[in-house]
């Protein structure tokens, strides 16, 4: 690691700068998803077609990944607390359970849209499905993203390196998890 | 504190042990990560671009102006041609030069300097940052290079032309445009992260909220007011891609979807944008006048809270830019309502500004010309936003050459006045020397008077019910007029003029660059804290880092020797 600019260290705002710019980046996330999900509402709302579209959805793949986020999240925090206590290798070892989590809710995710596609419900197909599709992948995104910048945190957290990283992309994870929450009931519940 | 690791930095130098040896150019030039250097990147990036979209602005002037005619160093303008002309003037002056130069190169040099730090909070994010910038600017130029030419859909990319190429005949240029900017928003939102991380955290000791100079308050605020608001046109953007390569009909009326959505996403985005582009360069005007009046700002909480409302009502004006586009008129006079309140703020900050200059001993250096004609210009562009706010004048004047005056009147005094504006005035900072006054006045002068003589026939033509966006006006009889045809010569004219002079901008820049005066440390004896340290700072900024005592604007003072007081000098 090359020295940080003094610049890093302080903290004038009263936080430590790197949690500081996590919640920015969360925000400027929240306006992404917002923006999609909100014109999805409004489509939502003045076309009753969408509904027989989303009556193809599978509910209990989307309830299960949503319990597989939710348990994942829950490592995250195991491992924050881990960091705060001291304990690298603790930490390093939730954050590989925090991202199987992820795995599996790809996995889980492939093997839906597989069967989707097959069945003749492609991204072209009707907008329910384009927004479906660009929402879910866009989160898809998301998870992948989040599972690598895990795994690297992970890999130096178990030499007691930069443990402060545990939380912050525990933070970001909590993030992916939530817009998940709002993705399932839109997407999946309401038909 | 707590949990950040112990790096434990010696005010001294943390930094010294970490470049044993002078790095190589490569190293030193484009994998730095020191903000200064990223700084000038960006600004000569998009100084590079504002050539281009300069010379894009040539040749479809020559093209309206002398219809048919082989316009010199392009050729003859095809109908095609001049659609990809005009789309990515605008594009390219909005995000590859107003926003580069205001945001990304003045932030990026003086936010670590004014504040007292270092650097950036996140150095090798910023580096990020401006190498992605430069990739969406190599893929937007890409973009005029593959078959069926560049994007030509205007730069508000309305579908369904923007949406499927068998309209707008561009498959391959339509889809590197879109990435090119959603590209371009990614960079500039890593970029405003870092902005408001460092801004918020990495002050020097002292230095408390209203001891921020104005300049880095605006361009924080831009950022902000960027990262909320870009947001739903980044998935705009997505969609859009999808729509015009995946075939789904986001935007599609025929099977399903709504091309008013994409208006929705694309202007609750491009009028806070506007804003985004405007605040840096009342921020930096603010540096110059108060220096070049030797007065305190007038009211700079005003000023700072009229800038935080701007920013919030900023967001409930865009339909103002849909009034024809079937929107319920009773949401048009809502819309009208809330445009003509965002002219008061506005025009707030425009007589704070004069209250400022009142009774200072004013001296009409460079930059305090460049920042006096920013007052000036940009209040007619605002007072002509007012005709078009109002629903029942727009429906005449929508896309006629009124609104592109009306903008042109914004954007000119905000993106080229103002960073001629803080280019002049930080030059000598930047590269140690002082620019040619004389030359500065030439180019000046050569540079405001042609504007107006490009820009005022066309509010007349628009008002004349010209239509933007026509390839050749002898299509249409009734525009076809000898008077206004004239008047359209007459711009052109002016823009060549106005080009020619940039060339003493250039030459003065680059010949300064060696043969300047020594500027020394404080040439305009300016009280924040960049004037603090040598012209150009070294790497780190300050051998022994800054404290703060007072604000940025006390100049003046009665009771002292010197007209002003450095923020960093102890009571
Ligand atoms: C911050 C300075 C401003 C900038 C940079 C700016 C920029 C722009 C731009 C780029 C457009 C045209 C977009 C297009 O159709 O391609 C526009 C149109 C418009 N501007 Fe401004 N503007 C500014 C201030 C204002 C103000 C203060 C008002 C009103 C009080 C205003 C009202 C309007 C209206 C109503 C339109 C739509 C006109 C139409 O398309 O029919 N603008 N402005
Ligand atoms: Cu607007």
């Given at each position: ?69 939710l ?19 603790r ?8 991202a ?14 597989t ?32 599972i ?13 390196l ?30 | ?40 990147q ?65 932030g ?7 504040i ?13 940052s ?34 499927s ?39 020097a ?37 999808f ?106 900050m ?53 609104v592109l ?14 960073s ?80 020619a ?44 880092m ?26």
């Open positions: 690691m090359s020295a940080r600019p003094i610049a890093t260290t302080r903290s004038a705002a009263g936080m430590p700068t790197g949690r500081l710019a996590v919640w920015w980046v969360i925000a400027s996330e929240i306006v992404i998803f917002g923006g999609l999900l909100g014109s999805y509402v409004m489509f939502r709302l003045g076309h009753d077609a969408f509904a027989d579209q989303a009556a193809h959805t599978n509910t209990w793949i989307g309830a299960f990944n949503t319990f597989v986020l348990t994942s999240s829950l490592f995250a925090v195991l491992g924050h607390k881990a960091a705060d206590a001291g304990d690298g290798r930490a390093a070892r939730m954050l590989y359970l925090t199987a989590g992820g795995m599996i809710f790809l996995t889980a995710k492939a093997f839906e849209w069967t989707e596609i097959q069945h003749g419900f492609t991204i072209s197909a009707h907008t329910f499905w384009s927004f479906y599709y660009t929402a879910a992948g866009l989160h898809a995104l998301h998870v992948v993203a989040g690598v910048i895990m795994l690297i945190v992970a890999a130096q957290a178990r030499k007691n930069e443990l402060q990283r545990v939380e912050l992309i525990g933070l970001y994870w909590h993030f992916v998890d939530v817009v998940w929450i709002f993705l399932f009931p839109l997407l999946y519940i309401a038909k | 504190m707590a949990e950040s690791i112990p790096v434990a930095p010696s005010p001294a130098r943390a930094h010294d042990h970490e470049h044993p040896a002078e790095p190589g150019f490569i190293r030193k030039y484009l994998l730095s990560t020191d903000h200064k250097v990223i700084g000038l960006y600004m000569f990036t998009g100084m590079a671009m504002a050539l281009l979209g300069g010379f894009l602005a040539y040749v479809f002037r020559m093209q309206l102006a002398f219809p048919g005619i082989d316009v010199p160093l392009f050729g003859v303008v095809s109908p095609n041609e001049y659609n990809s002309l005009i789309t990515n003037h605008g594009a390219i002056m909005i995000f590859w030069v107003a926003m580069p130069v205001l945001i990304a190169a003045f990026n040099y003086l936010i670590p300097l004014m007292g730090a270092d650097d950036m909070a996140f150095p090798r994010l910023n580096r990020l401006y190498q992605l910038f430069l990739v969406s600017a190599l893929v937007l130029l890409a973009s005029f290079f593959v078959e069926g030419g560049a994007f030509g859909g205007a730069w508000t990319m309305y579908p369904p032309l923007s949406a190429s068998e309209f707008n005949q561009t498959p391959l240029g339509t889809t590197l445009f879109i990435c090119a900017v959603a590209l371009e928003f990614v960079a500039f939102l890593m970029g405003g992260i870092n902005f408001v991380t460092t801004t918020m955290n990495s002050r000791p002292g230095m408390r909220m209203y001891d921020i100079p104005m300049v880095v308050w605006m361009i924080v605020l831009a950022s902000i007011l960027f990262m909320a608001s870009v947001g739903p046109l980044v998935a705009g953007a997505v969609m859009l891609l729509d015009h390569t995946l075939g789904t009909a986001f935007f599609d009326p025929q099977r399903g979807g709504d091309p008013i959505l994409w208006q929705h996403l694309f202007w609750f985005f491009g009028h806070p944008e506007v804003y985004v582009v405007l605040l840096p360069a009342v921020g930096i005007v603010a540096e110059i006048i108060t220096v070049f009046a030797r007065k305190k700002l007038f009211a700079y909480k005003t000023v700072l809270y009229t800038a935080f409302g701007t920013g919030v009502l900023s967001f409930t004006v865009w339909a103002h830019h849909q009034f024809i586009a079937g929107i319920d008129p009773r949401m048009a006079n809502v819309f009208t309502i809330t445009t003509l309140l965002i002219s008061v703020p506005i025009a707030e425009m007589f704070v500004y004069i209250a400022t200059l009142y009774g200072g001993s004013i001296q009409l250096a460079t930059p305090m010309l460049w920042a006096l004609a920013f007052i000036a210009e940009f209040l007619i562009g605002g007072v002509t936003g007012i005709f078009l706010g109002a629903s029942g004048s727009d429906i005449y004047l929508h896309d006629t050459y009124f005056a009306h903008f042109h009147y914004t954007f000119f005094p905000i993106a080229i006045i103002g001629f504006a803080a280019i002049s005035y930080w030059y000598p900072k930047m590269f140690g020397r002082m620019l040619n006054e004389t030359l500065g006045k030439i180019h000046f002068w050569g540079t405001v008077i042609p504007f107006n003589t490009i820009f005022i026939p066309l509010f007349v033509l628009g008002a004349a019910g010209e239509h933007r966006r026509i390839w050749d006006f002898a299509q249409f009889p009734e525009l076809a007029s000898e008077p206004l045809r004239n008047l359209d010569k007459v711009a052109t004219v002016s823009l060549v003029i106005m080009l002079f940039q060339a003493v901008f250039l030459f003065n820049f680059f010949w300064s660059l060696r043969r300047g005066q020594k500027a020394g440390k404080n040439p305009w004896h300016a009280n924040t804290l960049e004037w603090t340290t040598e012209s150009p700072p070294p790497h780190g900024n300050w051998k022994q800054p404290t703060v005592y007072r604000g940025p604007y006390e100049y003046s003072v009665p009771g002292r020797d010197a007209d002003f007081w450095p923020q960093n000098e102890p009571a």
